[in-house]
């Protein structure tokens, strides 16, 4: 079955702090796209990153980097000293059937 | 360069009345994607649509739901009948081409059903 894990529900950490963000993902498919995105409180959702499975460099982005690990079927999302305004509800994708994750939200207190 | 555009932002409608639901994908796209966010919940997949053509239906309920793309205007996701539970957050995307290109959404339509 195809399907996309978010196991932390609700994660609340105190700006500056790092924190990572996690993905599981099932797939039968050898070819395979993931996805991240956000939605700030605002409810707009925004494209963060797309990583093949043929490409399992890590990715660095300004304060955002992903760790693809296909041995273990992750890809990871930490966001260095956090602000604020990251505070938003995070999904990961598996773009092959539209399947997303149950998202994770993330509350970064000043 | 618009992004997706999507009206109604908010429509109210009683129980038992018909939701339209309008998506204009970016310039350039013709693969436009339906989304359902429930309150407090993650995206469901509901209809992949091509030009004129409707390519994967699998997320979208059997009875009263129907998406359209014709060759000219925007994109319609018609919910005929509706039921308190149909209220949600309804999200479309485009994209470029399938498969892998990146999906960019839209602000969303919440339907609220009194």
């Known amino acids: 079955a195809q399907k996309v894990t978010q196991a932390q529900t609700e994660i609340s950490v105190v700006e500056k702090e790092d924190v990572t963000l996690d993905c599981v993902y099932e797939?039968?498919?050898?070819?395979?796209?993931l996805f991240w995105y956000k939605q700030p409180p605002s409810g707009e959702l925004v494209f963060l990153i797309r990583?093949?499975?043929?490409?399992?460099q890590n990715e660095i982005s300004g304060r955002y980097s992903w760790n693809f690990q296909k041995s273990t079927s992750s890809f990871n999302f930490t966001i260095t000293a956090s602000q604020v305004v990251d505070s938003a509800v995070y999904f990961c994708a598996l773009v092959n059937d539209m399947r997303f994750g149950a998202g994770t939200r993330l509350t970064v207190k000043p | 360069n618009a992004g997706v555009m999507q009206n109604p932002r908010h429509l109210v409608r009683r129980r038992g009345q018909e939701a339209r639901l309008r998506c204009s994908p970016m310039?350039?796209?013709?693969?436009v994607y339906w989304y359902r966010q429930l309150p407090e919940e993650g995206l469901k997949f509901m209809v992949y649509l091509q030009k004129e053509n409707i390519i994967d239906e699998s997320g979208m309920p059997k009875e009263r739901f129907s998406a359209e793309f014709p060759k000219e205007g925007p994109s319609i996701l018609r919910i005929q009948q509706v039921v308190r539970g149909d209220s949600a957050a309804y999200f479309c995307?485009?994209?470029?081409?399938?498969?892998?290109?990146?999906?960019?959404f839209g602000p969303g339509t919440r339907l609220t059903v009194t």
């Open positions: 310039k350039g796209h013709s693969h």
């Open positions: 797939t039968r498919d050898t070819t395979y796209y």
């Open positions: 995307a485009s994209s470029l081409e399938e498969g892998a290109y990146e999906q960019y």
């Open positions: 990583r093949n499975s043929f490409d399992e």
